[in-house]
């Protein structure tokens, strides 16, 4: 299960069916299913009587403390109206300009890479998208070296969550080698520099990033955020806010250089939307086959390739009895590839999404930003993101996957290419194309 848990979990339903009991790192017994009934219901129907389970809540709040992604009820109901505000439309189209920026940054130092020959995406396609988020939090101050420090401290702390979760066996002897206490120090350390920059902000002229909304955010009784939620708060979103987006984009330039076809029209609609101007939120709605083939690149690579919860109380879904306690596994990635909503699942085909072909859709199979009250707060900040990255790379580069080479998915707290996705990058000098960014 700990080495690859998608191909666990596609044996068991074969055999059992759409749901069935799992024990989850061979001690906890969990329910796993791809019914979009029982996914509704504990997802959006019964919502309140599921919480998050214990990777979320403990290991990643011993880690991220108390915020979005690790809070219930009416703590996090208050959490989610204030920061629901930093990624209403007006604030996406203010943060377009932080965003450019900070990609024509990434893309001077892609430039470099590239020149040596093949390189492998999904590390550079993360450090830009890392830095955006970052930027996008707390401005384009924000120093390199800063972005870099915390960077490494989220991906090594998100894999040591990982271990703690699925080989709960060993938690006892992290803490007695002094694993556990090195992660702790890596999170301190990345906290200071990030309450530093908060801390700031607070003697600085108001900004228009999103810690500026973090800040100005205001409950009931008239009273701010103190500076330690803030900082939870921020972390939590440059955790969730940016491997979302770089694993997007590793999968669906890997699927591109499949369809050479489908590379064309995306590369034709940007420039028929964007012409000579740089991608902004308002360009959104009319990237129609664009969009399409990045849903079409999250279902068969959904970021979140399982969704867990845990029953407060006793509960039935349909003919499904679900005990108080019990772990509620939405696997996604088997939802997303089951022969029983998708026609030829395991096909690239964008065509699945146009309009009137996603009216034919079975609700809750489809989830690459969950569903329900908890869905993803960024949702429309990474389309943003991935559509801005994409159409800088296909109008700046000619790219080509490096033959010989194993593509396989990794799931880890986000599935992941587990070898990596080499590709040649050339200048685009074939075409009368123009860069998005200018340098």
Excluded at 125 to 137: E, G, I, N, P, W
Aim: net charge neutral; glycine share 6%; proline share 5%.
């Amino acid at each position: 299960m700990f080495l690859n848990p998608v191909q666990v979990l596609s044996k068991y339903t074969e055999r059992y069916g759409d749901t069935f009991k799992f024990y989850l790192g061979g001690l906890k017994e969990a329910i796993v299913t791809t019914n979009p009934a029982v996914i509704q219901h504990v997802l959006k129907t019964n919502a309140e009587n599921y919480q998050k389970s214990e990777i979320q809540v403990k290991r990643m709040g011993h880690f991220l403390g108390k915020g979005l992604l690790t809070t219930h009820g009416e703590a996090w109901r208050t959490q989610r109206r204030l920061i629901q505000k930093g990624f209403d439309r007006k604030q996406l189209e203010a943060l377009s300009a932080i965003m450019q920026g900070s990609l024509t940054e990434s893309l001077r130092d892609f430039d470099r890479q590239i020149g040596a020959g093949p390189v492998d995406i999904y590390p550079h396609l993360m450090k830009m998208t890392f830095a955006m988020v970052a930027k996008s939090l707390f401005g384009a101050q924000l120093k390199d070296e800063d972005i870099d420090l915390v960077s490494h401290t989220i991906c090594t702390v998100q894999e040591f969550i990982v271990r703690q979760t699925l080989q709960p066996y060993l938690n006892p002897w992290f803490s007695v080698s002094g694993d556990l206490r090195k992660h702790e120090e890596m999170r301190a350390q990345a906290d200071s520099i990030l309450m530093a920059y908060i801390q700031q902000r607070r003697h600085q002229e108001p900004g228009h990033d999103l810690l500026q909304t973090l800040m100005d955010a205001r409950y009931t009784d008239g009273e701010g955020m103190p500076d330690t939620l803030i900082l939870s708060e921020s972390m939590q979103l440059l955790v969730a806010g940016h491997e979302t987006s770089s694993n997007g984009l590793s999968w669906l330039l890997y699927l591109l250089s499949t369809r050479p076809d489908c590379l064309e029209r995306v590369r034709q609609e940007f420039d028929s939307v964007l012409g000579d101007a740089p991608m902004s939120y308002a360009h959104v709605p009319r990237l129609e086959f664009t969009t399409q083939v990045i849903q079409e690149a999250l279902r068969l690579y959904p970021p979140f390739w399982m969704v867990d919860r845990m029953a407060v109380a006793d509960d039935r879904a349909g003919d499904l009895d679900i005990p108080r306690g019990s772990t509620v596994i939405v696997w996604v990635y088997g939802a997303h590839h089951a022969q029983r909503y998708w026609e030829d699942p395991e096909l690239f085909d964008p065509e699945r999404f146009t309009k009137a072909n996603e009216k034919l859709q079975t609700p809750f199979t489809y989830l690459p930003f969950g569903a329900g009250p908890r869905g993803c707060i960024g949702g429309n900040y990474a389309m943003l993101q991935i559509l801005m990255i994409l159409s800088s790379l296909l109008r700046k580069y000619d790219f080509q996957l490096t033959p010989g080479q194993t593509i396989e998915a990794r799931p880890m707290v986000i599935l992941r290419p587990k070898h990596g996705i080499r590709m040649t990058f050339t200048q685009a000098m074939s075409r009368d194309r123009h860069a998005v960014v200018q340098e």
